[in-house]
């Protein structure tokens, strides 16, 4: 096959393209030029975006014997991910970029481009397994990315590979020591990295402006402080709150209201949800009959839970097995089917709009 | 592998590689006063005489330098430099926006850094820069320190008349730096006659070494040096003598020279094979720069290996892509470093849109030449174009 491989500079899309061009396949490695003003070296450990990152790419291709190209998506980028993450933080809600990344940029914009160009696949350094169709989750948990691909359709899919799944993460490291990439001992890439310096609140600051408002206390009513953008917050969120209430119990961010800009804090009690409604699903494959079981992932690092998917009024509606916290609307609701032996399978993902307590329970 | 991009760099001649290799293996500075020391510089001094017979330079005139950036550089603020110490007024440089970036960001450098004040010629839809746009931006001259413009462009092969252009320079007093690179062994080049104050040449585009070049520099130009040291260049350029690559590099430049008038000729019929092969089965391609027969007083208008072509709707870089795979090496023009295809800074300088510049790609023939590179491009070329054209100019 001719395979297009995205090579960030990072460990992970090395070894995915020298595996590709181990199976055979003819492949073209493409770093993908995302951020308009590029730093021209690493600034912290968040390897993708600058020059230097661009040249590591470029070693790897080279050594590897084949093509390499740069290619400039940064408009796109800065229109599908970066507006879109700062308008939906603008809304009141905690979006995922990396997904939003996957959905338009590596697996439609991308794949799009290296089709019409006469490749058959892409390949990315992604943690997760794909065979026959099927998306499941990396052998090594701890690096499992299928949460953020959980957004991709069954054409998508059909047209992706993903050499890394069936390996952990530091076999992935001995692959490429032993093939002497420089890249083998690159530090991991963290967090967005379209904010380099880490500090997401600073980002939306200068984006958006400050916009102070009140943050209120449920129990009361009572406005208990204001803050200077409710883009500084998430659901869920227990630090940095910078209120303090008379009782001293910890609190939690509870709501969001964009229009009156209102943060709506609670104690622990008042924090759990064990419903969530959704926008309009995406599947992996065929969409499966409502209503159906299975487990649920609320965001990028959580653990999965029980739930039963039934429709709703948008989208879907699932009920939890067990209450939750922190489930912030923006994020996705990716379902897996439980397997234990190939790993669990992504079934297909919503995008959370309402997350509440209910008054019926689960029935399995 | 058909290699069409000459203007890139171009294989080196084997009389070069014959030179060089013997040339490499002799101790000796050129410096240095003992014998192994006097058969280097004479080595070095031979080879600035037969550069300078073959460019109608002096000896004198030949400063050897890293190869065409640091020449650009030399002259562009070694000249500014010294003009304006001579006279805090002359503050200005004049230069045409379709520059190579080593003169352009030379300019931007010292205009953010050192003072200077840009003014920016206008320039034809060819790319060629007239002697009536040079002296609407000279004015009475007395704020100028420095005019450059560039022989014959690199991307669309353009070639500007630099002996009207200096006599227009002159006139009001100020020196007119010219880069040559792309012009030496393709279009006549004679110092002394082109009027030139200082002219860039180099090594790797006519069959020399890589990081060998000269700055001609007229006997009576000021120039403040950019590197100090030993003094070896005038005590304008120190640095020790790499006697190997000037050696190639004299060698280069005799070849190319003597051979020019055969060999453009011989380049101007398959270029025009090329482009017309292409017109054939892409009705609708645009001829970038000069129209292939264009002529100006010194000469050919365009370089006779230059064929620059926009293709609608395609993007350059998707196009190199698709040709790279089929064997066939050809550019977008020029890539900054990041490796981020860019619209052409010289395209857009011609008033061209950035669709246009973006759709471009540059076929540069050269020495090695022949038939064969033109029947290759012709066979893929048609399907070549439709297949990015599929692929879209990479927006919605």
Redesign the interface.
């Known amino acids: 096959m001719r395979v297009l491989a995205a090579m960030s500079g990072g460990v992970d899309s090395a070894v995915a393209a020298a595996l590709a061009v181990d199976a055979g396949h003819d492949v073209?490695g493409v770093?993908l030029?995302l951020s308009p003003d590029?730093q021209t070296l690493r600034s912290g450990a968040r390897g993708c975006c600058s020059?230097e990152d661009?040249h590591d790419a470029?070693r790897v291709a080279d050594e590897l014997g084949i093509?390499f190209?740069?290619?400039?998506?940064?408009?796109?980028f800065r229109e599908d991910v970066v507006d879109d993450f700062v308008a939906e933080y603008e809304a009141g809600r905690t979006p995922n970029p990396c997904l939003r990344c996957n959905e338009k940029i590596k697996f439609s914009a991308v794949l799009d481009?290296a089709q019409?160009?006469?490749f058959d696949a892409v390949a990315t350094g992604h943690h997760a397994r794909l065979d026959g169709g099927e998306l499941r989750r990396s052998v090594d948990a701890a690096k499992d990315q299928s949460y953020v691909l959980g957004v991709l359709r069954a054409d998508q899919l059909a047209a992706a590979m993903f050499p890394l799944g069936s390996m952990t993460k530091d076999r992935v490291r001995e692959i490429a020591a032993e093939r002497g990439f420089a890249v083998a001992a690159k530090p991991d890439s963290h967090d967005i990295c379209f904010i380099p310096d880490g500090d997401t609140r600073g980002f939306l600051t200068r984006r958006l402006g400050s916009r102070p408002g009140p943050v209120v206390d449920a129990a009361t009513g009572q406005q208990v402080g204001e803050h200077d953008g409710t883009y500084g917050f998430t659901v869920g969120q227990r630090k940095g709150l910078g209120v303090a209430v008379g009782d001293q119990r910890p609190r939690y961010v509870l709501g969001i209201e964009p229009v009156s800009r209102t943060v709506t804090i609670g104690t622990r009690d008042l924090a759990g949800i064990d419903e969530v409604l959704t926008g309009a699903p995406t599947w992996t494959a065929e969409p499966p009959a409502l209503p159906f079981s299975a487990q649920v992932q609320l965001r990028a690092h959580s653990a999965p839970v029980g739930c039963e998917v039934r429709e709703g009024p948008d989208g879907l509606r699932i009920l939890l097995a067990e209450e939750q916290r922190g489930v912030a609307p923006g994020q996705s609701a990716v379902l897996y089917e439980p397997d234990a032996e190939r790993g669990d399978r992504v079934v297909g993902q919503a995008v959370v709009r309402t997350a509440r307590e209910r008054g019926e329970t689960v029935r399995h | 592998m058909t290699y069409l991009d000459h203007a890139a760099t171009t294989p080196v001649l084997p009389e070069v590689l014959a030179a060089m290799t013997e040339q490499l293996g002799r101790v000796g500075n050129a410096s240095s006063l003992h014998a192994s020391g006097r058969a280097a510089r004479r080595a070095a001094e031979q080879s600035r005489e037969r550069l300078a017979e073959a460019l109608g330079a002096r000896p004198s005139e030949v400063l050897f330098t890293g190869g065409g950036t640091e020449s650009d550089n030399l002259a562009v603020k070694g000249l500014f430099w010294a003009r304006r110490q001579a006279d805090s007024r002359r503050r200005r440089i004049v230069v045409s926006p379709a520059e190579h970036h080593a003169v352009l960001d030379s300019v931007e450098w010292l205009a953010k850094h050192d003072g200077a004040d840009v003014t920016w010629l206008r320039v034809e839809p060819t790319g060629r820069v007239t002697p009536a746009a040079l002296a609407d931006a000279l004015g009475d001259g007395t704020d100028v320190a420095v005019a450059s413009v560039m022989w014959a462009n690199n991307e669309i092969g353009t070639v500007s008349d630099i002996a009207a252009l200096a006599a227009v320079a002159h006139e009001v007093g100020v020196p007119l730096h010219t880069d040559a690179v792309q012009a030496v062994g393709q279009v006549p080049v004679d110092f002394a006659a082109s009027g030139a104050d200082a002219l860039t040449m180099t090594g790797h585009k006519l069959g020399g070494p890589m990081g060998a070049g000269a700055l001609l520099l007229r006997r009576d130009a000021e120039c403040t040096p950019l590197l100090h040291g030993g003094g070896q260049e005038r005590d304008v350029r120190s640095g020790t003598l790499d006697v190997a690559a000037i050696v190639g590099l004299a060698v280069a430049t005799v070849a190319a020279v003597g051979a020019r008038e055969e060999r453009a000729a011989r380049l101007a019929d398959l270029r025009g094979r090329l482009v017309a092969g292409v017109v054939e089965q892409v009705p609708d391609v645009q001829l970038n720069g000069a129209p292939l027969d264009d002529r100006i007083a010194s000469g050919a208008g365009r370089l006779p290996g230059n064929a620059h072509l926009s293709f609608p709707g395609a993007e350059g870089d998707a196009l190199l892509m698709l040709l790279d795979a089929r064997g066939i090496e050809c550019s977008t023009g020029s890539a900054c470093s990041a490796g981020v295809a860019r619209p052409s800074h010289v395209l857009l300088a011609t008033g061209a849109d950035t669709e246009r510049a973006r759709s471009s790609l540059r076929f540069s023939l050269g020495h090695t030449s022949t038939d064969d590179d033109v029947d290759a491009v012709l066979d893929v070329i048609g399907p070549v174009v439709a297949r990015a054209r599929r692929a879209g100019l990479g927006s919605r």
Not at chain 1, 69 to 76: G, N, P, Q, T
Request: net charge positive.
């Open positions: 073209t770093h030029a590029r020059v661009a470029r093509p190209y740069v290619w400039d998506l940064a408009d796109r481009r019409a160009l006469g």
